[in-house]
């Protein structure tokens, strides 16, 4: 079982105690040299046997010299709520209907969580769909990474996804906010931490329920999203079998005007008190806004940074855009995909959408796509993948992978 504290094993603590790993990370891409094969490696050089003191040969360290490692993607799955509500249900609460928002943006359905659902529930039952597909025992699982903007804990929804699955190494477990490019980040946190962290298996999840955030009134913006989780398991391997050849991570905080979700604080009594304090203690708890967006501003930013991203992480890869089976990109907008995919140009054939039936899930729409389209035998083991998240932040990255 790793840990955060160093590259190896608490199986050698003698040697993790007396001679620090050293680790190189380089950023944005797995291509440091032409002669590491265009994959990242962490390597610990350490000192021969009679170094380490008489009691240790090298029949009995574990610690080689160098270590490479890649990671693979070997397990998937997905969840959704049960209430379906399609365009024409959206047409009995605003002004809309379905050719109008269709037209606009794809969608003709997406699912709303209600009741006594949760959207740690349906993380929970997509993770286990992935650690069966994957056959990784939750005992097994290194580290969870939840990437969520809407967790059901203002601290994180990570550890109680944990331990529903019975994770009984209390394992680290944590949540990533990136809107939705989240899912993306998480994949290369994963990397990370398996290159670097001597991490096994690492538990990916994209979950959100953007629809509590909605205002059902604006027609801008409730048309647009759904609820739902997917999960990735992402795994160790010999470095020949690596999975993820490069990426590219973006932020922009000046475009944050152009979408968002800000805490509106309450009105607060500004009289002044008898000491000439001013009133408003203790604070009233804030709330937050419903999601304020330009979509016109959001479609040029989408257009524009992503393919950038996109032909970043290629070039870093050392592939070309011939190379890719499959363009898999956050569900935001069908235009948006139909876009990208020409700049790049990428036939229909193989670019892979499920935005018709779900609507923007945030986080969770590049997992869920992913999930459906390796169920369905359209994504098969070997087939390389350009995916790409952008979202609030503003964030956006890309990920050139290979499922399997």
């Given at each position: 079982m790793a840990n955060t504290s160093g590259l190896f094993s608490p199986t050698v603590p003698s040697l993790r105690k007396r001679i620090p790993p050293s680790i190189g990370v380089y950023r944005f891409s797995f291509c440091p040299s032409e002669r590491f094969s265009k994959?990242?490696?962490?390597?610990?050089?350490?000192?021969?046997?009679?170094?380490?003191?008489?009691?240790?040969?090298?029949?009995?360290?574990?610690?080689?010299?160098?270590?490479?490692?890649?990671?693979?993607?070997?397990?998937?799955?997905?969840?959704?709520?049960?209430?379906?509500?399609?365009?024409?249900?959206?047409?009995?609460?605003?002004?809309?209907?379905?050719?109008?928002?269709?037209?606009?943006?794809?969608?003709?359905?997406?699912?709303?969580?209600?009741?006594?659902?949760?959207?740690?529930?349906?993380?929970?039952?997509?993770?286990?769909?992935?650690?069966?597909?994957?056959e990784v025992d939750p005992d097994e699982v290194d580290l969870v990474l939840l990437c969520t903007s809407t967790p059901e804990d203002l601290f994180g929804s990570a550890p109680q996804i944990q331990k529903a699955l019975g994770c009984k190494s209390n394992p680290l477990a944590y949540d990533i906010t990136a809107a939705c490019s989240g899912f993306v980040l998480g994949l290369v946190s994963a990397a990370c931490y398996i290159r670097g962290g001597g991490f096994n298996n690492v538990l990916v999840i994209g979950a959100d329920a953007l629809s509590r955030y909605v205002d059902w009134t604006d027609r801008g913006t409730c048309i647009l999203f759904g609820d739902a989780a997917g999960a990735i398991v992402v795994q160790a391997c010999d470095s020949e079998e690596d999975g993820l050849f490069g990426f590219d991570l973006h932020s922009d905080g000046d475009g944050q005007r152009h979408l968002n979700a800000t805490i509106q604080e309450n009105e607060i009594d500004q009289a002044l008190g008898s000491n000439g304090s001013v009133l408003g203690f203790p604070p009233v708890p804030p709330s937050y806004s419903c999601i304020q967006m330009n979509g016109k501003e959001v479609f040029r930013f989408a257009v524009r940074c992503v393919p950038q991203s996109i032909e970043s992480a290629l070039e870093k890869a050392g592939l070309a855009t011939s190379s890719i089976d499959w363009l898999l990109l956050h569900q935001a907008n069908q235009r948006i995909i139909d876009a990208v995919a020409t700049r790049l140009e990428v036939p229909p054939e193989r670019v892979i959408s499920n935005l018709a039936n779900y609507g923007n899930t945030s986080a969770a729409s590049i997992p869920l796509a992913l999930d459906e389209a390796v169920r369905g035998g359209k994504v098969q083991p070997g087939h390389t993948i350009a995916a790409a998240g952008f979202g609030a932040g503003l964030t956006w990255g890309s990920a050139i992978i290979r499922w399997g």
């Amino acid at each position: 079982m790793a840990n955060t504290s160093g590259l190896f094993s608490p199986t050698v603590p003698s040697l993790r105690k007396r001679i620090p790993p050293s680790i190189g990370v380089y950023r944005f891409s797995f291509c440091p040299s032409e002669r590491f094969s265009k994959r990242i490696f962490c390597s610990s050089i350490i000192e021969g046997p009679e170094k380490l003191g008489s009691g240790v040969s090298p029949s009995e360290s574990r610690v080689p010299k160098l270590v490479s490692r890649g990671c693979k993607l070997v397990g998937c799955g997905s969840a959704v709520p049960k209430l379906q509500v399609s365009n024409d249900d959206l047409a009995k609460i605003v002004d809309t209907s379905d050719e109008w928002i269709s037209v606009r943006t794809g969608i003709r359905n997406r699912r709303v969580l209600t009741g006594k659902d949760n959207l740690t529930t349906l993380a929970i039952e997509a993770s286990r769909k992935a650690l069966q597909m994957a056959e990784v025992d939750p005992d097994e699982v290194d580290l969870v990474l939840l990437c969520t903007s809407t967790p059901e804990d203002l601290f994180g929804s990570a550890p109680q996804i944990q331990k529903a699955l019975g994770c009984k190494s209390n394992p680290l477990a944590y949540d990533i906010t990136a809107a939705c490019s989240g899912f993306v980040l998480g994949l290369v946190s994963a990397a990370c931490y398996i290159r670097g962290g001597g991490f096994n298996n690492v538990l990916v999840i994209g979950a959100d329920a953007l629809s509590r955030y909605v205002d059902w009134t604006d027609r801008g913006t409730c048309i647009l999203f759904g609820d739902a989780a997917g999960a990735i398991v992402v795994q160790a391997c010999d470095s020949e079998e690596d999975g993820l050849f490069g990426f590219d991570l973006h932020s922009d905080g000046d475009g944050q005007r152009h979408l968002n979700a800000t805490i509106q604080e309450n009105e607060i009594d500004q009289a002044l008190g008898s000491n000439g304090s001013v009133l408003g203690f203790p604070p009233v708890p804030p709330s937050y806004s419903c999601i304020q967006m330009n979509g016109k501003e959001v479609f040029r930013f989408a257009v524009r940074c992503v393919p950038q991203s996109i032909e970043s992480a290629l070039e870093k890869a050392g592939l070309a855009t011939s190379s890719i089976d499959w363009l898999l990109l956050h569900q935001a907008n069908q235009r948006i995909i139909d876009a990208v995919a020409t700049r790049l140009e990428v036939p229909p054939e193989r670019v892979i959408s499920n935005l018709a039936n779900y609507g923007n899930t945030s986080a969770a729409s590049i997992p869920l796509a992913l999930d459906e389209a390796v169920r369905g035998g359209k994504v098969q083991p070997g087939h390389t993948i350009a995916a790409a998240g952008f979202g609030a932040g503003l964030t956006w990255g890309s990920a050139i992978i290979r499922w399997g």
